[in-house]
């Protein structure tokens, strides 16, 4: 509902009844349906272990708190915003060459193949020319330099999305004493997954060909850049 | 007195040819038309874009080319004519110091890669100018 401005605190810019007529008041309130809320028991019943205990016992569906505060304290505001996924810079296209500023590859040269749903971007080296795997990277520790790669019709599979990249589940359980004596020791390593090292070659099979039309990309991307002295970000064309 | 025994070789007069230091035409070449005062004169670019306005000494630099035949307060048109007679921008623009002002634009506009490629050439050419000294010595 847009607003009325208010002139002075406590005076409006429309009257009463221009305020009536531009909330459209004579169709009448809406009347909004609420939600059916399943009725909860008060109580329940629960199965109590040991013997000569009396098996089951009665006890309330949820519990008391145990802290009261000594004064009744305001509850904060809940907050209707919701996070958007970041948009793509207009310098970012697939095909772009990026400089990775942050991470463990901080610093290489890599090409841009897609933004993801989350809004991270998805990156190759190609690995095959700098160690780079298909990874995703935040645009904000990127620098989008103005080199494209002629990717033409290539699209990378849309399999390799957010859901790819998720860790496997939960560690295997240790008990403590094997976690103790096992510690300085290196730890067993998983052997990478074959499909994934299979993807990572289809997708860099094209990628390698369209660098390797132009002469020294290659070598672009197996370097590394920096900053030398008198040399400053705001100043250098990328 | 003797005539022209004087130390300065390029002069404001009605012809010279200048190299403007600001302004939106900054980087651009344009001919002294007339002269106003000790401070501004009547600058004219037909060829390179620059208007005819009057302009400070202070934001020109003289260069060493001037059209010799250029009448006083001449308009638009014969300036024109006498730019592409005596063919000043093509001289200006084959100067060394036209060139050098290009290289270093073209410098500093380099892109990340293109400033890879400098460096591996750089890095060529000393290579070879090493090894061509290293055979000379033993020679």
Do not use: C
């Not at chain 2, 093509?90 to 100067?95: D, G, L, N, P, V």
């Amino acid at each position: 509902m847009a607003r009325s401005k208010e002139l002075v605190p406590g005076v409006g810019r429309l009257s009463r009844s221009q305020v009536y007529a531009a909330r459209g008041l004579h169709k009448g309130l809406k009347k909004s349906e609420k939600p059916t809320v399943p009725e909860v028991a008060p109580t329940k019943e629960v199965q109590v272990g040991g013997a000569k205990n009396g098996e089951k016992r009665t006890v309330p569906t949820q519990k008391a708190p145990r802290f009261y505060p000594a004064e009744d304290v305001r509850l904060p505001k809940k907050s209707h915003k919701h996070p958007t996924s970041a948009s793509l810079r207009s310098s970012i296209t697939p095909g772009t060459v990026l400089i990775l500023l942050a991470g463990r590859f901080r610093g290489k040269r890599v090409v841009f193949l897609k933004q993801l749903e989350s809004g991270l971007l998805l990156v190759t080296g190609p690995y095959k020319v700098n160690g780079v795997p298909l990874r995703r990277v935040n645009q904000a520790y990127v620098i989008a330099t103005s080199t494209k790669v002629e990717l033409g019709e290539f699209k990378v599979e849309d399999k390799i999305n957010d859901a790819y990249f998720a860790k496997s589940g939960a560690k295997g359980k240790t008990s403590a004493e094997e976690e103790f004596f096992s510690e300085g020791k290196p730890k067993a390593k998983e052997a990478f997954p074959e499909s994934k090292a299979a993807d990572q070659k289809s997708v860099d099979s094209a990628i390698v060909a369209a660098v390797k039309k132009t002469e020294y990309l290659p070598k672009y991307l197996k370097a590394s850049w920096g900053l030398s002295k008198g040399q400053f970000p705001h100043q250098i064309n990328f | 007195m003797q005539a022209t025994e004087s130390n300065f070789k390029r002069f404001v007069e009605v012809g010279r040819v200048v190299l403007l230091k600001s302004g939106p035409q900054a980087g651009h070449i344009a001919v002294i038309a007339e002269i106003i005062d000790h401070n501004r004169a009547i600058i004219d670019g037909p060829t390179t874009g620059v208007p005819r306005q009057s302009f400070p000494y202070k934001h020109l630099t003289l260069t060493p080319f001037r059209l010799t035949k250029l009448p006083r307060a001449a308009g638009s048109g014969v300036v024109k004519k006498q730019v592409e007679a005596e063919a000043i921008v093509e001289k200006w623009e084959k100067s060394s110091w036209a060139q050098k002002r290009a290289a270093i634009e073209k410098r500093r506009s380099l892109n990340d890669f293109q400033r890879f490629v400098v460096m591996i050439a750089k890095k060529s050419r000393t290579d070879r100018v090493r090894k061509a000294v290293h055979a000379a010595k033993r020679a």
